[in-house]
C-alpha cells in the first residue's frame, strides 16, 4: 500500500455504481446472479463432454462479456476520511483503477484520504497475479479432464486385468451363493458395491482416453473391501459348510485377486489405497507359492500365537464347552484381546456359544476391528479342531 492514485469522479464496483455518499444501487446482487447463472450452464455442457472449443466460443461470447463488464471496480473521491469494502467468498476480485488491474483477494479493499486530499493507494503485489488470472478463469473450463487424471496405456492394462480377475471372484462368489444362502446374505453389500463400481469403469473405458483415476479408485476400494469380507468370512465357521471344491474355488479366486492388487502397487497414485488396510490384518494372508486353499500367518504372529496356545491349554484344562464366562475371557487375553473380556462376561458368553459365534455375532458384541474379528474368529477354529482331536 504505497503508491497514491488520481481521485476519479466515478466509484464502480461489479459494475454497480456507487454515489458519493457510498449507497450502491441494488443491481450488484441481479448481476452476479446472472453470471453465476451462466456458469452453471457452461458445466452442464461441459459434462456433456462437449468439444473444448464449442466451450471456448461459449465462455467467450455470453460469459466473458459479463465479466469484463463487471470486473471494472473505480473508486471515486468520497466525503469520509476510509472506505473500506469487504469481500466474501474463497477467490479474489479482478480490481481496476483508473485502467491499472489487479486481483483483490478475500478481504478488505481500504481506500485512505491522506492529507486531507482524497486519494487511492494499491498494493503493488496485486499486479503480479493479474496476468495469469483470466488463464486460470480459462483453463477451469477449457479441460474436460486434466492430464493427470487420465489413465496411461500401462495403467490402463493393469486395471483391465484387476477387473477381469474381480470379476472371476464375483462370479464365483455368485455361483456358490446359489447352494449357499447365508454366503449371499453376508457378502451382498460388498458384490453389489464392486460391481457397481466396475460398470462405471468399463463404461468410461469405451471412450478412448476417457478412463480417470477417481473411478479406478472407488472400484480398486469397493473390490478389496470384497476381498477382506470374503477373506475374513472363510476363515470362520463358514469354511466350514462349504463343500471342497467350492471353497477351493472361492480360495483360487482369492489368490488371484490378491496377486492383482499387488501388482497394482506398482501404479503410485494407487499405493495410498492399496496399502490402507488394518494393521491386525497381517494375522493372515493367502500363501503365495501354490497353497491357494490354505492361510499362512506371518511368522512372528505365529510364533506368538503357538506360545499363547499353550500358555492357554495350561491354564484351561476344562473342556471349551464347559468354560465359564471367566475362562472365555482368559481365552481372549491369551489372545491379546483383553478389551473384549469385560464385554463377553457381561453377555454371559460360556465356552459353547464361544464356539458357535460368527461375525456378525462379533460385530453385535461390539468387536468392530477387521484383525480382530479375524483373530478371534482364527481362535475360535481351533478350539473347534482342539476339541475335535480331544474327542478323537
Not at 459479463?66 to 476510509?82: E, K, N, P, Y
Request: with cysteine.
Amino acid at each position: 500500500m504505497d503508491s497514491p492514485i488520481t481521485s476519479v469522479e466515478s466509484f464502480r464496483f461489479l459494475g454497480t455504481t456507487i454515489t458519493q455518499d457510498l449507497k450502491w444501487e441494488p443491481t450488484i446482487s441481479s448481476l452476479i446472479k446472472k453470471a453465476q447463472q451462466r456458469m452453471y450452464f457452461l458445466r452442464q455442457l461441459r459434462k456433456a463432454k462437449l468439444p473444448a472449443q464449442m466451450l471456448v466460443q461459449f465462455y467467450t461470447a455470453i460469459i466473458e462479456s459479463i465479466l469484463t463488464s463487471s470486473i471494472t471496480v473505480w473508486f471515486a473521491g468520497a466525503t469520509c476520511r476510509t472506505v473500506q469494502i469487504r469481500i466474501l467468498g474463497e477467490e479474489g476480485v479482478p480490481v481496476q483503477v483508473d485502467g491499472e488491474a489487479w486481483i483483490q483477494p478475500p478481504g478488505f479493499i481500504r481506500i485512505l484520504h491522506k492529507n486531507r486530499t482524497q486519494t487511492l493507494t494499491r498494493d503493488q503485489a496485486f499486479e503480479n497475479t493479474l496476468k495469469s488470472w483470466e488463464e486460470r478463469q480459462r483453463s477451469e473450463f477449457l479441460r474436460p479432464q486434466s492430464q493427470t487424471e487420465i489413465l496411461s496405456e500401462d495403467e490402463a492394462s493393469l486395471i483391465s486385468d484387476f477387473g477381469q480377475t474381480a470379476g472371476a471372484l464375483i462370479h464365483s462368489i455368485r455361483e456358490v451363493a446359489e447352494l449357499h444362502s447365508q454366503l449371499e446374505q453376508e457378502l451382498a453389500h460388498a458384490v453389489n458395491a464392486s460391481s457397481k463400481a466396475m460398470d462405471v469403469v468399463y463404461k468410461d473405458s469405451r471412450s478412448p482416453g476417457a478412463l480417470r483415476r477417481c473411478v479406478v479408485l472407488q472400484m480398486v476400494t469397493n473390490v478389496k473391501a470384497l476381498l477382506s469380507e470374503t477373506e475374513l468370512l472363510l476363515s470362520g465357521n463358514m469354511s466350514m459348510q462349504l463343500e471342497r471344491p467350492h471353497q477351493e474355488q472361492l480360495s483360487s479366486a482369492l489368490s488371484s485377486l490378491s496377486n492383482q492388487i499387488s501388482r497394482l502397487s506398482e501404479v503410485s497414485w494407487l499405493c495410498p489405497t492399496i496399502d490402507q488396510s488394518d494393521s491386525e490384518s497381517a494375522l493372515s494372508d493367502v500363501s503365495k507359492r501354490g497353497r491357494a486353499a490354505k492361510f499362512r500367518l506371518v511368522p512372528k504372529f505365529k510364533k506368538e500365537k503357538n506360545n499363547r496356545n499353550k500358555e492357554t491349554s495350561g491354564s484351561l484344562s476344562l473342556p471349551v464347552h464347559l468354560w465359564s464366562p471367566e475362562e472365555v475371557g482368559q481365552w481372549l487375553e491369551a489372545l491379546s484381546l483383553s478389551e473384549y473380556k469385560e464385554i463377553f462376561v457381561r453377555h454371559d458368553v460360556r465356552g459353547a456359544e464361544l464356539l458357535g459365534l460368527e461375525r456378525r455375532d462379533l460385530k453385535d458384541l461390539g468387536v468392530s476391528k477387521v484383525g480382530h474379528m479375524k483373530r478371534i474368529l482364527q481362535g475360535i477354529k481351533d478350539l473347534h479342531r482342539s476339541s475335535s482331536a480331544s474327542e478323537a
